[in-house]
């Protein structure tokens, strides 16, 4: 399974950037599907994570209201749209596969597949 996160880019603040994150090498069906950032001298926090195949979907308390996860299932991929980006969302962002059952994943361990990350700077 390989993962493979794009979309990245430079705004001001208030601006917009959707990040695509494309699963190949399995079918993308019940897969939970998560996004992590780390920003410069911090640790990798969660970002949201859905149920490729439900419509639940969780979102950390600094993005919610202004982050969006969907899927297109026929093209293996999930997408972030962040709006309202602030300095602070300035990040390497990252999307991870769990292919097992259980809970819904926030854990960076409780993922087994990563991507290679994606840069977003959002100046002020």
């Known amino acids: 399974v390989q993962l493979q996160a794009s979309g990245g880019g430079s705004v001001q603040a208030g601006g917009s950037l959707r990040l695509s994150c494309a699963v190949s090498g399995r079918t993308f069906t019940n897969y939970f599907m998560g996004w992590f950032r780390q920003a410069p001298g911090k640790d990798r926090e969660f970002v949201g994570a859905t149920r ?4 639940i979907t969780y979102y950390a308390d600094s993005v919610k209201g202004r982050c969006t996860m969907s899927r297109d299932i026929a093209a293996n991929t999930v997408y972030l749209q962040m709006n309202s980006l602030k300095p602070e969302d300035t990040a390497v962002y990252y999307c991870a596969a769990r292919l097992r059952p259980g809970s819904f994943p926030r854990a960076q361990s409780e993922y087994d ?12």
Request: hydrophobic share 25%; glycine share 18%.
């Open 52 to 55: 490729v195949s439900g419509s």
């Open 113 to 124: 597949y990563w991507g290679r990350g994606t840069q977003v700077t959002v100046s002020s």
